[in-house]
């Protein structure tokens, strides 16, 4: 079965560039999870998804960040514009349902300039 | 001490000499950049390297694992290769300090 896949691996942008992250669910897992990993520290929740609705979103930036799931499956999280402690890995993670154990992508690092 | 050290942290030289920058570092990595910013900021990818050595056009990188070092070569220098030269661990999400080359005519 093919795990949670997220592109691209890595990313460098100067501050105040936009970006975006893609990523692609294991097949019929309802629930999305973005996570932020400032390095040195654990996962912050940035936006749960159930289907293409949004769970919880209280810890998403939304003056520079936003995220969609329109046909409940793909999801892109932007950052526009980008700062400097934007850097961080940028996890995916998907679930059966909300419950559910969480199968995480590997990651998007990005790197803020 | 830095995790990621580069020198020298300034370069000047005349157009066609070869030029070396040297980048150290202290943490195990997959991979290493090395990055080009001109005046105005723009940032050019050059190279990502996690063995042995590449080349593009005049610039040439390579990295040694064992001694955690790499180095960037420019040669036949040109005043256009006058820039900022980063090496970054983008795993570790660190970088070094950067070297300000300038050629001359």
């Known amino acids: 079965e093919a795990g949670v896949a997220q592109s691209p691996r890595y990313k460098i942008i100067e501050k105040r560039q936009s970006v975006a992250f893609w990523c692609n669910p294991i097949s019929g897992h309802a629930t999305l999870y973005w996570y932020q990993q400032i390095l040195g520290q654990g996962p912050k929740l940035l936006i749960q998804f159930q289907n293409n609705g949004v769970v919880d979103d209280s810890q998403l930036p939304k003056d520079r960040f936003s995220a969609e799931r329109l046909k409940g499956v793909d999801s892109t999280l932007k950052i526009q514009p980008a700062k400097l402690e934007d850097s961080a890995v940028y996890l995916c993670?998907?679930?059966?349902?909300?419950?559910?154990?969480?199968?995480f992508g590997p990651g998007t690092r990005l790197l803020v300039l | 001490k830095n995790e990621v050290e580069q020198s020298p942290q300034n370069l000047t030289a005349q157009e066609g000499e070869f030029i070396t920058i040297n980048c150290s570092y202290s943490v195990g990595i997959s991979a290493l950049h090395w990055l080009q910013q001109h005046p105005g900021g723009g940032i050019v990818s050059l190279f990502m390297?996690?063995?042995g050595k590449k080349k593009h056009g005049r610039l040439i990188a390579t990295i040694n694992i064992q001694e955690k070092h790499s180095s960037l070569h420019i040669t036949a220098s040109h005043p256009r290769d006058s820039a900022v030269y980063i090496c970054a661990v983008p795993d570790k999400l660190i970088f070094g300090t950067g070297t300000r080359l300038q050629v001359f005519p």
């Open positions: 390297l996690s063995s």
């Open positions: 993670a998907s679930s059966l349902d909300t419950d559910g154990t969480q199968y």
